[in-house]
């Protein structure tokens, strides 16, 4: 059985932004009873993945929605999740790019019973959004999910930038707005795999994705917001730095960066913009 969370982390998920702030990691056992909790990562730490798989354990959810897997992988799921071998194949987790399944897999087995969820789209999918926007790319509930609404002009402008800085600044500035709208779409598509989970399986839901896409303001938090305000929702964020500004998050955690990860952009020369 879930243990029932503190007063203060009750009044946390219902308090918004004046009650968000920085937890270390034995708050993970004890977690705010909300319907949906996002578990924000950066990818290759394997610090993060401990505490998801934490998290999860106490949270005991009954379904978990991985960006990592699509429609295909998950009904190339073997019965038996245990069997790291057998799921990393079967999800072919290396050739679709993904860091260290070994990082992954307690996530796999942390809530027995729960079922498994896609959040990842194809990449024919994700290239219509490049190209033709999220709107068509996701199709007739886009309004729904927020995504017949632009972003104010500063939110555009700061997430071509991080796109800008993500891709080493060796990308052509046009295609920024494209790159965009897929991040938008990975976040509806993220947010509505939780909201069917939610629907099938009753609750609560555990959503493993990126940092980014766990922020409050205008990542899968928000949007599930936005679709079903009747929803409670929790984001949990994780991150290397001190930042300078409270992120936009419920709760976060700061950790130790990567040892020996080196510099990703070395490649492209500069990493300056």
């Known amino acids: 059985m879930r243990r029932l969370a503190t007063p203060l982390l009750l009044a946390l998920s219902l308090g918004g932004a004046a009650a968000a702030r920085e937890i270390g990691p034995d708050a993970l056992d004890r977690l705010p009873e909300v319907d949906v909790v996002v578990l924000g990562e950066v990818h290759d730490n394997p610090a993060h993945h401990a505490h998801q798989a934490r998290a999860v354990k106490a949270v005991e959810p009954s379904a978990l929605v991985f960006e990592m897997l699509g429609e295909a992988q998950i009904a190339a799921l073997p019965t038996d999740l245990t069997d790291a071998e057998a799921v990393e194949a079967a999800t072919e987790w290396e050739a679709r790019g993904w860091p260290d399944f070994t990082m992954y897999h307690p996530l796999f087995t942390a809530a027995p019973g729960a079922r498994i969820y896609a959040g990842d789209l194809p990449r024919s999918v ?148």
């Not at 976040?187 to 399986?201: G, I, K, P, Y």
């Not at 290397?240 to 709760?251: A, G, Q, S």
């Open 126 to 273: 994700v290239r219509m959004a490049v190209r033709d926007g999220a709107v068509a790319a996701f199709g007739p509930d886009a309004a729904r999910f927020g995504l017949t609404e632009p972003f104010p002009q500063e939110v555009q402008a700061e997430q071509e930038e991080a796109m800008l800085a993500a891709h080493c600044f060796a990308m052509p500035r046009e295609a920024l707005p494209g790159m965009v709208e897929a991040q938008r779409l990975r976040d509806a598509t993220l947010a509505e795999a939780a909201l069917r989970a939610l629907r099938e399986t009753g609750g609560p839901v555990v959503v493993i994705t990126g940092v980014e896409h766990a922020r409050t303001d205008i990542g899968v938090p928000a949007v599930l917001r936005r679709a079903a305000p009747e929803v409670t929702v929790l984001s949990v964020g994780q991150m290397e730095t001190v930042p300078e500004e409270r992120p936009p998050h419920d709760l976060w955690l700061i950790t130790d960066g990567v040892a020996g990860r080196g510099d990703p952009c070395a490649a492209f020369g500069s990493t300056e913009g």
